[in-house]
Nanobody, 126 residues
């Protein structure tokens, strides 16, 4: 059974840090591409970061470049999102996702991802 389980969300003040984890099981960790997305109330789901799990290539949205870092631990089948210098506009539900894409550029949009976690809330207060 395919499963993605996020953890690590919470509430922090602006300037603080959080680390999100996504534990993958089933087919998903055979996925070549894993991503983090977020969705704020009233807004569309947007890509935050993604990683090519069989190499070192990464993608970051402009809004998080220099503040967020995506990484992986293949031994633990886990992908992480380290979030530093958090801003109130980072407040959202964060989702982990796995793509079935097998080659090409790192997928950046929700339709390119087939499997999703349940989401974890991140709240940043000013």
């Amino acid at each position: 059974q395919v499963q993605l389980v996020e953890s690590g969300g919470g509430s922090v003040q602006a300037g603080g840090s959080l680390r999100l984890s996504c534990a993958a099981s089933g087919y998903t960790y055979g996925s070549r591409y894993m991503g983090w997305f977020r969705q704020a109330p009233g807004k569309e789901r947007e890509g935050v970061a993604a990683i090519y799990t069989r190499g070192s290539s990464t993608y970051y949205a402009d809004s998080v470049k220099g503040r967020f870092t995506i990484s992986q631990d293949n031994a633990k089948n886990t992908v992480y999102l380290q979030m530093n210098s958090l801003k109130p506009e980072d407040t959202a539900v964060y989702y982990c996702a796995a793509s079935t894409k097998t080659f090409g550029s790192i997928p950046r949009t929700p339709p390119e991802y087939a499997y999703w976690g349940q989401g974890t809330q991140v709240t940043v207060s000013s």
